[in-house]
């Protein structure tokens, strides 16, 4: 079992900044990607940024490319997502995960962009 636990979260007002961080623990991860994914209030959860444990290649939705920046600290078992010039349309709930299929996912944690 892999325990996902995030925080940072908050309100923040347009064209701010934020930073995620997902503290993983349990069972062996190394070999999995950890990836974040947001839910709108109305929306389906989508994905936002993945980055793979081993070489640390990263992907992101067009969404928030060029503001959003995704990293790891493997000796921390750590994740973080670094959010800059941040919209109203960010907003949402953010979740990490990680797995084989994202077979496991933290609580969330809440953020709010004020126009």
């Known amino acids: 079992q892999v325990q996902l636990v995030e925080s940072g979260g908050g309100l923040v007002q347009a064209g701010g900044s934020l930073r995620l961080s997902c503290a993983a623990s349990?069972?062996?991860?190394?070999?999995?990607?950890m990836g974040w994914f947001r839910q709108a209030p109305g929306k389906e959860r989508e994905f936002v940024a993945r980055?793979?444990?081993?070489?640390?290649?990263?992907y992101y939705a067009d969404s928030v490319k060029g503001r959003f920046t995704i990293s790891r600290d493997n000796a921390k078992s750590t994740m973080y997502l670094q959010m800059n010039s941040l919209k109203p349309e960010d907003t949402a709930v953010y979740f990490c995960?990680?797995?084989?299929?994202?077979?496991?996912w933290g609580q969330g944690t809440q953020v709010t962009v004020s126009s």
């Open positions: 995960a990680t797995g084989p299929r994202w077979d496991y």
């Open positions: 349990g069972r062996s991860f190394s070999g999995w990607s």
């Open positions: 980055i793979s444990w081993i070489g640390g290649g990263t």
